[in-house]
């Protein structure tokens, strides 16, 4: 039987979970914290599915814990963030996240809530089954002949937002850091919640350009310089 496991990468952490630094909920946390017993964070479908490890020691990764920071990437979306624990993230930054019973995605353009399973074996075959819409895949495939392997620690996030009709392609797609990308997000979407009706919203592009991994500028770029930068932005 197929498993995420079995499409999975190599673990993102050598050290194996434990219940001390695991604080998820429920009947998920304990679904989740069995299924990193097994790969310890991963990514899956050509890195457009990232699930998060439980350790951090490596300065390019985020943990679950320092994922799920009040103070991190989250204070971004202040009174639009939907308090859920999120373990999981797409090719674009749509988190999946859990309340410790129901597994939900958190679209992080428009902070839009919608529920997807009742447990976390149910989101795992949601996934599996149609995993080119839940992850991006095909996008990330695509994203990768043409450039190279995603790094770790990224995302790809459109420059024109999907919301305001930017389109599914290559050419709209800009390599950011994660935390940078939702820390972008967060400040995006407050800023559509607070356009009055009626008025036209404005976004300004150049600050995605701002945040755009060097290893996307150029062909010549040798190395990754958003890990600890993303954090003063």
């Known amino acids: 039987m197929t498993n995420l496991i079995s499409v999975a990468s190599d673990s993102l952490s050598v050290i194996p979970p434990g219940g001390e630094c695991f604080s998820v909920p429920g009947r998920v946390g304990r679904d989740l914290l069995s299924l990193l017993s097994e790969r310890n964070g991963f990514y899956a479908f050509e890195s457009a599915l990232h699930v998060f490890p439980t350790d951090d020691r490596d300065s390019q990764l985020q943990s679950l814990e320092s994922w799920n920071s009040a103070v991190g990437w989250r204070r971004a979306y202040g009174e639009l963030d939907p308090g859920l624990f999120f373990f999981a993230e797409d090719l674009f930054g749509l988190q999946f ?137």
């Open 97 to 233: 996240g859990t309340d410790g019973e129901v597994v939900f995605s958190f679209n992080p353009e428009t902070a839009n809530v919608v529920r997807l399973s009742e447990g976390l074996a149910e989101w795992e075959k949601l996934v599996l089954s149609d995993y080119s819409h839940m992850t991006g895949h095909s996008l990330a495939h695509e994203w990768q002949v043409r450039n190279g392997e995603i790094p770790v620690g990224h995302r790809l996030i459109p420059r024109i937002p999907f919301v305001v009709g930017g389109s599914f392609s290559v050419e709209n797609m800009v390599l950011v850091e994660s935390w940078g990308a939702m820390k972008y997000w967060g400040d995006f979407a407050r800023s559509v919640a607070e356009v009055p009706d009626g008025e036209q919203f404005r976004f300004d592009v150049s600050k995605v350009e701002r945040i755009r991994c060097a290893r996307d500028r150029s062909a010549d770029a040798a190395q990754c310089l958003c890990f600890g930068s993303a954090q003063d932005l």
